[in-house]
């Protein structure tokens, strides 16, 4: 599998925003944030959490790979006290020594019938951010072959892909915290079954099933992976 389309993610906070898909109502972003002089777990959690920009909201965790109908990329926001804010969140810690990672990602996708979709997926990593790259990738590359996912290009072919990692190194006798979301703050208002429905006898096979694709990935083995 290649790994190498895209950019390379880009750590910490800088807040950029992805190229639009157009049409879309749910926008979200990606962002990390590294706490290294924790007291304690909760207390590096707190602080990462401050940096994020996400101190003061309540978050549901979001779980599942399957992001919102209409998700596009937004440019990052400052959030109103109180907040309550749909979060894809990888989490990473440290205590006195090593090093951790925590990495999310994001894909614009098609499924066989033409319906728009997205997907994520996170990632944690006792080790270096590269090394927790490469498995995100992977493992987003795994989430669309079991569901038969085409990834969207834009109009000069590139995949409509982002994805942001980053690495915290320990301090002595601190705990430390690495984090990385998605953050979708409008999402919560929206109903779960404005989506199309996909059945599960019409192409999409589970993992090892009669229609596994190469590695043993459900799918018919054609669906493009090319981030």
Do not use: Y
């Not at 990888?90 to 990602?105: E, Y």
């Not at 002595?172 to 998605?182: R, T």
């Not at 993992?207 to 083995?221: A, D, H, K, R």
């Amino acid at each position: 599998m290649d790994f190498s389309l895209g950019n390379p993610s880009a750590p910490r906070n800088q807040r950029k925003s992805a190229p639009r898909s157009g049409g879309g109502a749910i926008a979200g972003w990606l962002m990390t944030a590294v706490a290294p002089f924790g007291e304690n777990e909760a207390h590096a959690l707190d602080q990462a959490l401050v940096e994020l920009g996400l101190g003061d909201a309540r978050l549901i965790q979001g779980e599942g790979a399957m992001l919102p109908m209409g998700f596009e990329p937004g440019t990052p926001q400052d959030l109103p006290m109180g907040t309550l804010v749909e979060c894809h969140l990888s989490k990473a810690t440290v205590h006195s020594s090593g090093i951790a990672s925590a990495g999310v990602a994001w894909a614009l996708c098609v499924t066989p019938e033409g319906d728009e979709c997205a997907i994520v997926s996170t990632m944690s990593h006792q080790g270096s951010m590269e090394e927790c790259e490469t498995e995100l990738r992977r493992n987003l590359q795994r989430k669309l072959g079991n569901r038969d996912l085409e990834l969207r290009k834009s109009e000069d072919g590139s995949a409509l892909f982002e994805c942001a990692v980053d690495e915290i190194e320990a301090q002595e006798g601190f705990h430390g915290v690495v984090l990385a979301a998605l953050i979708l703050p409008n999402s919560l208002n929206i109903g779960g079954s404005s989506g199309p429905t996909r059945s599960r006898n019409l192409g999409v096979s589970s993992i090892g099933g009669s229609l596994g694709g190469p590695s043993g990935l459900g799918g018919s083995g054609q669906s493009d992976f090319g981030f």
